[in-house]
Nanobody, 130 residues
C-alpha cells in the first residue's frame, strides 16, 4: 500500500513564501516503489475543481507546471527522503486552496490529469490573506 502525506500549509500574507512537502512510502500492488512514480501537486479552491499545479517525473526528474504558476512555484525532490517539495513564492490571495499531492505509477508520458493519480494524501490548507 502506498501512503502519501503532505505538510507545510498555513496562513500567510500576500507576498509571503511557503514550502509544502509530500512524502510517499510503501509499494504499489504490483510491488513498484516511489522511484517508479510520477508525483503531482494539485489544488482545490472552494467551489472549484481540483486542478494541476506542478509535477515531477521521478525516473528522469522532468518537471511540469501549470501556466498559471510558472515563475512563482518551484517543485523539487529529495531522493533520500522520498519527498517532493513545492516552494511557493509571492503568494496571492487567489492561491488560497487545499493543496494535495498525488502519486501514480509512471508511464511514458507525464499527465496532470488528477483522475490518473491513484494515491493521494489528505491535503494541506494554504490560506493567503490580502
Amino acid at each position: 500500500q502506498v501512503e502519501v502525506v503532505e505538510s507545510g500549509g498555513g496562513l500567510v500574507q500576500a507576498g509571503d513564501s511557503l514550502r509544502l512537502s509530500c512524502t510517499a512510502s510503501g509499494r504499489a500492488a504490483n510491488g513498484r516503489t516511489f522511484e517508479n512514480f510520477d508525483m503531482g501537486w494539485f489544488r482545490q479552491a472552494p467551489g472549484k475543481e481540483r486542478g494541476f499545479v506542478a509535477g515531477i517525473k521521478w525516473s528522469d526528474g522532468s518537471i511540469y507546471y501549470a501556466d498559471s504558476v510558472k515563475g512563482r512555484l518551484t517543485i523539487s525532490r529529495d531522493n533520500a527522503k522520498n519527498t517532493v517539495y513545492l516552494l511557493m513564492n509571492s503568494l496571492k490571495p487567489e492561491d488560497t486552496a487545499t493543496y494535495s499531492c498525488g502519486a501514480r505509477l509512471s508511464l511514458c508520458t507525464f499527465t496532470g490529469t488528477n483522475s490518473y493519480y491513484a494515491y493521494w494524501g489528505q491535503g494541506t490548507q494554504v490560506t493567503v490573506s490580502s
